[in-house]
């Protein structure tokens, strides 16, 4: 006979059993991407090809390579929104061809995702000097082919960027056919990265011009090779030294180990870089700068309470010297995170990943205009300190990936008032006890795109979703199949709609309004009949 005490592990254990299928049922599925590698119609085995997952802060990617009969079959691929492209050298990719994306589900298959290649063609030169001589480990940049949108592919891949070797000779190869432009040399914004150097070449396109309209057009042709492309360096970008000193604004001390950084002006933006440190005499130094509007400004630290007035200048013809940085006792906000409509037992696990980030309006350009941002602690508190006088306003950003949602600030409180156009901060002022309160915008939209009479490459369009009564929209890009996904929205009413790029861009007539709701997904369907697209 069985006893009690055995029938009773025996139902413990297939409970467990049955806990255990149970959880084996909720598991992710994966799904499968396969597809095949042509050249001229025939199969190229060989290839390694690539899904690589977009949107994340991890480098994930699945890999497989093309067989004898050039298919490939990449598994166990968990949901997400995908990049395929081949990885191919001797062989060039063309059009839409070149990168695929891919929005991946549960447990699918997606067959035919085809690329297609071709010989690659190839252009090599020499780079010289004035005298004649080699420039060795040069960087040579080629851009086109011409009047297509490929270039912009070619630099999210890295393509077709090589250096010389040491007799100034260069090879590029695996190029598709088409015309192109090639140039040696630094540009003045690269220059200004390159502040350790004094000198070095201007950026000159072949033969010999430093103005992009007047470059000789090198034709490549499938296969082919253009030879004697070759690049004769003349003028040098000439650099200045810039120094100055961070002292104490009360006492005019010197203030050594400071961090400091430096800010170039354009007509369209700033280019920025820091992380230097004053010497023990509160010292620094900028060697090679090429003449332009710049200023010397405090590097943000979460560990200062230090803030300075950004120091502007100019440098024309000549070196400059005695630039001066104040340092000041900064202003300083803590307060804490709250969460409103979220677990919030689950929401304080994502506090490691939480940033707050304030913006300064300080009245001046928006080129001058700080932008500081700590790390929030553990239990949800945070503190920003080194601030200048302004009026900041607040945005919270949490780690990318699909296992870390998303927040949005929902409102700030002080005092048990919501604030509602930020909160005023004068020099050294100390502000405390703020609410940050934040929500999860847990929302999304997925769709598709069907086009009725007659067929057309959706890489050229885009998807726009604005909320309805607010001027920004979100956008997102169509896959291989003509699908889209949006997560991370707001509870709302929504507008989807497309648009081309660079045909030249113009809404098209496929606008639909969608209802999102937490923790849903609203599915729609836009159609985009061409006799309407071109009438």
């Not at 001797?90 to 994306?101: C, E, F, N």
């Not at 307060?335 to 409103?340: A, C, L, N, P, T």
């Amino acid at each position: 006979m069985i006893s009690s005490t055995f029938r009773a592990s025996l139902l413990i254990l297939a409970l467990c059993l049955a806990v255990s299928a149970q959880d084996q049922d909720k598991k992710t599925q994966t799904s499968t991407i396969s597809g095949k590698v042509t050249m001229l119609g025939r199969a190229v085995p060989g290839v390694v090809v690539v899904a690589r997952l977009i949107q994340s802060r991890r480098s994930v990617r699945f890999v497989d390579k093309t067989d004898s009969v050039g298919n490939y079959r990449i598994t166990n691929v968990p949901p997400g929104t995908y990049e395929i492209v081949p990885s191919v050298t001797q062989y060039a990719l063309t059009g839409p061809d070149m990168i695929k994306s891919l929005i991946v589900g549960e447990g699918e298959t997606y067959d035919a995702i085809d690329f297609t290649v071709l010989r690659g063609g190839v252009i090599t030169g020499r780079v010289t000097d004035s005298e004649g001589k080699p420039i060795v480990d040069e960087e040579i940049v080629i851009s086109g082919p011409e009047g297509t949108a490929y270039q912009e592919t070619v630099a999210r891949l890295g393509l077709f960027r090589t250096t010389t070797d040491d007799r100034g000779i260069y090879r590029v190869f695996g190029l598709p056919p088409g015309k192109y432009t090639v140039a040696a040399g630094t540009n003045e914004e690269q220059f200004f990265l390159r502040v350790y150097s004094r000198f070095t070449y201007k950026r000159t396109f072949h033969p010999s011009t430093t103005e992009a309209a007047k470059a000789t057009l090198i034709e490549v042709t499938e296969g082919g090779e253009a030879t004697n492309i070759d690049i004769a360096l003349r003028r040098r970008l000439v650099g200045y030294t810039v120094t100055g000193r961070v002292v104490d604004a009360a006492s005019g001390n010197p203030q050594p180990n400071i961090r400091y950084s430096l800010t170039k002006y354009r007509e369209n933006g700033w280019t920025s870089h820091g992380g230097m440190l004053t010497d023990a005499q509160g010292g620094f130094v900028f060697d090679g700068l090429p003449p332009g509007k710049y200023a010397v400004s405090l590097a943000r630290s979460i560990d200062s309470d230090n803030y300075a007035e950004p120091v502007p200048f100019e440098v024309v013809d000549r070196d400059l010297e005695g630039l001066t940085l104040k340092l000041t006792e900064g202003g300083i906000i803590s307060g804490s995170i709250v969460f409103e409509g979220v677990d919030e037992r689950v929401a304080r696990t994502k506090f490691p990943n939480m940033t707050v980030i304030s913006f300064i309006d300080t009245n001046r350009p928006i080129t001058e205009q700080a932008s500081p941002s700590t790390p929030v602690n553990a239990d949800g508190t945070f503190r920003l300190a080194g601030l200048g006088s302004g009026v900041v306003r607040f945005s919270i950003m949490t780690g990318v990936g699909e296992s870390t949602p998303e927040f949005e600030l929902a409102r700030v409180e002080r005092g048990g008032e919501i604030v509602a156009r930020g909160i005023e901060i004068k020099e050294g002022q100390k502000i405390s006890g703020l609410r940050l309160v934040v929500r999860n915008p847990s929302g999304s939209i997925r769709g598709e795109l069907r086009i009725q009479n007659g067929q057309m490459q959706t890489d050229g369009m885009i998807v726009l979703v604005r909320r309805v009564g607010q001027e920004s929209s979100l956008s997102a890009n169509l896959d291989a199949r003509g699908r889209f996904q949006l997560s991370g929205l707001a509870a709302g009413v929504y507008e989807v709609s497309l648009m081309t790029v660079g045909r030249p861009s113009r809404v098209v007539p496929a606008v639909k309004e969608v209802v999102v709701t937490d923790n849903q997904t609203s599915e729609v369907v836009l159609t985009l009949d061409l006799k309407d697209f071109y009438p």
